[in-house]
């Protein structure tokens, strides 16, 4: 079944200690990017990714990083989480990085930070 | 610069009755246009999209949609609501250029009653 998986589905953290949360995909898609959906702010792009060691900052970066290092994974990573990192957080992939083409979403993974 | 607007945060209906969900968008030319929806506990999912041709395009699950170029709008509609529509919805628009861009909208919640 063609799907995007992330991990984990929930996780709470304290304020500083690094976490990281994976991605998966296996629709073999070039393009993979993260949001984080906040309410009344809708869906935000963090970073993105045009293809393997190819990343770029999306609209809302800052505290974040991600690598690419092979094709299917797109890990993100909070190297010193904030509370006003709390929110929920989705993946996506696209066969390659055109408006025009699908994106599918993972299930998201709901972060607390305290 | 884009921007996604989606006036109704929280929409309540009963179930067999009729839907139409607002959106509406700012861009300086025809941008592409989408929908999507998200089920409780579950990542983003497209049910319509329109790029050009035909102002109303059809989706999955009984969904519809009209492009109106004079009122920058692109509302989705249904006929008759099912209990399993209850979810939360965007509207997306993305630029007519080479770029993976979307702008998401704040989404609109929708509950239906029996």
């Known amino acids: 079944e063609a799907q995007v998986t992330q991990n984990p589905r929930y996780l709470i953290t304290v304020t500083g200690k690094k976490l990281t949360v994976t991605c998966s995909q296996n629709m073999n898609h070039e393009y993979m990017s993260w949001y984080r959906q906040d309410p009344g702010l809708g869906l935000r792009q963090i970073y993105y990714?045009?293809?393997?060691?190819?990343?770029d900052k999306g609209d809302v970066p800052e505290g974040y990083k991600v690598s690419r290092k092979e094709k299917r994974n797109f890990p993100l990573i909070l190297e010193s989480p904030s509370p006003n990192q709390t929110s929920l957080y989705f993946c996506?992939?696209?066969?390659?990085?055109?408006?025009?083409?699908?994106?599918?979403f993972g299930q998201g993974t709901r972060l607390t930070v305290v | 610069a884009q921007s996604v607007t989606q006036p109704d945060i929280h929409i309540t209906v009963s179930e067999g009755a009729s839907l139409e969900l607002r959106c509406n968008y700012s861009?300086?030319?025809?941008?592409?246009l989408f929908w999507y929806v998200q089920s409780p506990g579950q990542g983003l999912q497209l049910l319509l999209k329109?790029?050009?041709?035909?102002?109303l395009v059809q989706g999955i699950k009984g969904f519809e949609a009209e492009f109106k170029r004079s009122q920058s709008s692109f509302n989705l509609r249904k006929p008759s609501v099912h209990w399993s529509d209850a979810a939360e919805y965007f509207c997306a628009v993305g630029r007519r250029v080479n770029t993976d861009k979307l702008i998401f909208g704040t989404g609109t919640r929708l509950q239906v009653f029996p």
């Open positions: 861009y300086g030319a025809t941008p592409y």
């Open positions: 990714s045009m293809n393997v060691e190819v990343t």
């Open positions: 329109y790029f050009s041709g035909d102002t």
């Open positions: 996506a992939s696209k066969i390659r990085g055109l408006v025009d083409t699908e994106a599918f």
